[in-house]
């Protein structure tokens, strides 16, 4: 009788075995699961006839992701590096024949015309999605935020002409209730929100020296 001897490179042989398709989700990401389920108004017994409740979240779901908000304000015309307003310059004001509204540069930020009433939930409700149960961690929620390319002008100076600004994914931290703002984190190339060690950011990115 002889012992079982377990190869060294074991846990690289397992890493290297392959088992076939599966449903799991096998990417590393710093986004708890239900922060991507999207809201159903929907009773949790259903009816004869009626689609199972979990059912409708995942349909959403899937169709939720094939939105992009920056396709969807291209097809109305409307340039998201617009949405911004800048600096006046006299200088550089366009002819009329190169402009195809108005000479006057956009210059009311976009808060003005945001309209909460027919969200589907409150911020509060929103930073929430980060708890997952039986951990104190909040850790942030998905979403995408209009911010600039450059990091250093863009803090410097957000209305600068040079700048631009695309949708940029992006994970919550917070939110202040008495700015009406939110705090956000963008996503490295692996769609991660980690700090300059690597480690995830957690409870809104404060640290203890505040």
């Known amino acids: 009788v002889t012992k079982f001897k377990m190869p060294e490179n074991f846990k690289s042989l397992l890493g ?4 076939g398709p599966s449903t799991e989700i096998l990417a590393e990401s710093d986004f708890p699961a239900q922060s991507f389920k999207p809201k159903v108004q929907m009773p949790f ?22 939105f992009d908000i920056a396709e969807l304000l291209a097809s109305k015309g ?12 006299p200088d550089n004001i366009p002819p009329i024949e190169e402009t195809k509204d108005s000479v006057f540069p956009i210059y009311l930020p976009l808060k003005v015309f945001d309209n ?32 600039p390319t450059d990091d250093v002008l863009g803090h410097e100076d ?47 990115g404060i640290t203890p020296e505040g």
């Open 158 to 204: 957000p209305k600068s002409q040079e700048l631009v600004y695309k949708w940029i994914d992006v994970g919550v931290l917070d939110y202040d209730k008495e700015t009406d703002l939110y705090l956000v984190h963008k996503t490295d190339e692996k769609g991660l929100v980690r700090d300059e060690e690597g480690r995830p950011i957690l409870n809104g």
């Open 45 to 66: 017994r259903r009816l004869p006839g009626q689609n199972p409740r979990q059912v409708e979240v995942e349909r959403r779901r899937r169709l939720y992701l094939t």
């Open 16 to 19: 290297k075995q392959m088992v």
């Open 116 to 147: 909460d009433e027919f969200d589907c939930r409150t911020p509060e409700e929103w930073i929430s999605l980060g708890l997952e149960p039986g951990s104190s961690d909040r850790k942030p929620v998905p979403g995408k935020a209009l911010l």
């Open 78 to 89: 409307i340039d998201s590096n617009q949405l911004m307003p800048r600096h006046y310059d």
